[in-house]
């Protein structure tokens, strides 16, 4: 079926330095590409999202980009900060729906 | 996101025993979602609504049911037919189409069996 990868499941980065999750898309008729964030014990919020008829969007230390004919977008964080340790989860429509990948846990070494 | 609230926080049921969820948003959105949350699986779509009197199965929806009788009432009743339902529970809603915009999600609810 309709699926939505995403990788890596779990990743740290040393505090300052930059991390990058990726996540890939089986409906080639997807056209929105949310990101969400959930830190420990609250609810996911959206950080970033794309629509297919961009390429690449930034939002002061992250970034989503696109890539339509791979159909494959990530996240991209730099700076990273204590506060940015948390899961993702990506998105993508399909089927009227939002399928969502499985996570990534990114945890910010200081 | 203080507009969608979720009660109970906790909840604990016996095996057989049907339970509901409450879901209310004061946000005036049309489109309502349950998702279930298991470590390791990501968000997996329960239900659907997209207008008052109007619901669509999700990917997993089979021992749950909704209702959707009130724009700002979503609620989700597990059934026990419903295998395996000691999960955390999120319900969302956005402005429309969910699949084409921000989704806001509640506190959650965590549903233990006993």
């Known amino acids: 079926g309709e699926n939505v990868e995403q990788h890596p499941s779990t990743l740290s980065v040393q505090e300052g330095d930059s991390a990058v999750i990726k996540c890939t898309y089986s409906?080639?008729?997807?056209?929105?590409f949310p990101w969400y964030k959930q830190e420990l014990g609250k609810r996911p919020q959206l950080i970033i999202d794309i629509r297919s008829n961009v390429g690449e969007k930034k939002d002061q230390r992250i970034a989503v980009t696109l890539n339509k004919t791979a159909k494959h977008f990530s996240l991209h964080i730099t700076e990273t900060q204590p506060e940015d340790s948390a899961v993702y989860f990506c998105?993508?429509?399909?089927?009227?729906?939002?399928?969502f990948g499985t996570g990534t846990r990114l945890t910010i070494i200081p | 996101d203080g507009g969608i609230t979720q009660s109970p926080k906790y909840l604990f049921r016996k095996e057989g025993q049907n339970v509901t969820l409450s879901c209310e948003q004061n946000l005036n959105h049309d489109a309502m979602y349950w998702y279930r949350q298991d470590p390791g699986q990501g968000l997996r779509l329960i239900y659907y609504?997209?207008?008052?009197?109007?619901?669509q199965k999700g990917d997993i929806a089979e021992g749950y049911s909704v209702s959707r009788e009130k724009k700002e009432s979503f609620p989700l009743t597990v059934t026990s037919a419903q295998k395996n339902p000691t999960a955390f529970y999120l319900c969302?809603?956005?402005?429309?189409?969910?699949?084409?915009?921000?989704?806001?999600f509640g506190p959650g609810t965590r549903l233990t069996v006993l």
């Open positions: 409906d080639s008729a997807s056209n929105y």
């Open positions: 609504s997209q207008i008052v009197n109007d619901f």
């Open positions: 969302a809603s956005s402005i429309t189409r969910g699949e084409e915009d921000e989704q806001f």
């Open positions: 998105a993508a429509n399909m089927d009227e729906k939002l399928t």
